[in-house]
DNA sequence: TGGTGATATGTGTGATCACACTTGGAGTCA
DNA sequence: TGACTCCAAGTGTGATCACACATATCACCA
């Protein structure tokens, strides 16, 4: 007879559903915006105000919201409403010595964890990032990118140290878009990321640190000349 | 005419009154006992007890909950009830790893503001830790452990730092205590924080550095121990 | 004209209730 | 004796409501 267990084992190939909550499916999806840059730092993003735009209560938004604010990726703004965190060049240098510390640790340690098929993610996570760059196509860049080092960090161990790292460049994304824009900034960071490659290949773990953090230097370098290009910059004020 | 101006001004020794919310309230009590280990490893922290224990709804409950969750001071059980987190050698070594990275460069920061106040404090907080050894008051050991660490990291600027060391002591928290009980340890640790003073007084960041991962290595190697001699330390299983 | 006060709006906070889901154990039947 | 079913207890989740507080606006009065 067709007992529980013939079932079962006949839906090898059924994946587990996503049995999101709602809180969890609105975190979510307010992190990929504010980490892809689509919110403006200064953004409200009140309770009621997402509530009423995703279709829900406030209860699961307030859950939400307030994840994003431990993980300093919203801040209480002038009205108590919580707000896309603007970034000045103390915070954005502290941050730096903080991404180059952590991640620099990251890479040492994924180093031994690394396979060939870890570096064929890789080598396919650096042509979508040129391939974006030619098609125009910052979204594709920035998500390649990500790509790109979480999957080296990754292999790093458990998830503190990589969910602190993702909670570092949640802080960074709404201005990752706006150094992304200046191609000049990213040829020099395709032979950086070649590099790491490179390094990651030899399973050189001196290189392949010395690039992650070249890779954080000049993107902290370009964030700081545009923060002083565009001083203040009352975006969404 | 003494108009609001005037009658500020007559106001400068006020402070500000803490107008702290439930869940405000609840969150640093909660987070003072794990820092302190006075919750076991393996406890349960389910919404409706912990809010009859207080006295309130689960709502102010559930949003302190969910910030130690998010702080990874509290993990999710078995039966969904969030629960203290037990300790393996390997996220042992993780935050081992990032506490030396972290914890490194925030006293590397730190050392350009620490002036003669902030060394008098220091040599306080040292102080305590010696006569809490002497009075065998653990509590006040780590405490006054804490006080001493957390002082020299504020130094080091803004907030986000300091916010993630502190979010790794929560997590090794519950153990700190165990640890601490055996003196032969704090013989060691005591020499240690001595040659920290010594390094802040004389503003040499390198021996600064040496001496706060001496400490930080000395105490993986003593809870690595401890791990080893309970293994699986069924704790309030 | 300039300060004052009422008010409308928007904000997070907290209580209460209903619900879905998981777990464990008692009870039942083969 | 063993496996199965069912039920009770415990869990987080989400909706709805009431409330306290902050801010901005505007009418009002000296």
């Known amino acids: 007879?067709?007992?529980?267990?013939?079932?079962?084992?006949?839906?090898?190939?059924?994946?587990?559903?996503?049995?999101?909550?709602?809180?969890?499916?609105?975190?979510?999806?307010?992190?990929?915006?504010?980490?892809?840059?689509?919110?403006?730092?200064?953004?409200?993003?009140?309770?009621?105000?997402?509530?009423?735009?995703?279709?829900?209560?406030?209860?699961?938004?307030?859950?939400?919201?307030?994840?994003?604010?431990?993980?300093?990726?919203?801040?209480?703004?002038?009205?108590?409403a919580l707000e896309v965190p603007k970034l000045d060049a103390e915070t954005l240098m502290e941050i730096s010595d903080m991404r180059i510390a952590l991640e620099g640790l990251a890479v040492e340690r994924a180093i031994p964890a690394i396979d060939e098929a870890d570096l064929e993610h890789l080598r396919?996570?650096?042509?979508?990032?040129?391939?974006?760059?030619?098609?125009?196509?910052?979204?594709?860049?920035?998500?390649?990118?990500?790509?790109?080092?979480?999957?080296?960090?990754?292999?790093?161990?458990?998830?503190i140290l990589i969910s602190v790292i993702e909670s570092l460049w949640l802080r960074m994304g709404p201005y990752f878009r706006l150094t992304a824009e200046d191609y000049r900034h990213l040829d020099n960071a395709m032979i950086i990321h070649h590099d790491i490659v490179g390094a990651l290949e030899m399973g050189d773990a001196a290189a392949a640190r010395a690039g992650i953090i070249a890779d954080i230097e000049a993107a902290t370098r370009d964030l700081k000349y545009w923060l002083n290009s565009n001083d203040g910059h009352e975006a969404a004020q």
């Open 124 to 159: 396919g996570h650096f042509t979508d990032m040129s391939e974006s760059i030619v098609s125009d196509d910052t979204d594709g860049y920035l998500a390649a990118n990500w790509a790109f080092h979480s999957h080296i960090y990754r292999r790093a161990g458990a998830g």
């Open 1 to 80: 007879m067709a007992n529980r267990m013939d079932w079962t084992a006949d839906t090898g190939g059924l994946e587990t559903v996503a049995r999101a909550t709602l809180q969890e499916q609105i975190y979510q999806q307010l992190r990929n915006r504010i980490m892809s840059g689509f919110f403006k730092p200064g953004q409200a993003l009140s309770m009621r105000s997402v509530a009423e735009a995703v279709g829900v209560s406030v209860m699961p938004v307030r859950d939400a919201l307030r994840r994003l604010e431990v993980e300093n990726a919203l801040v209480v703004g002038h009205n108590r």
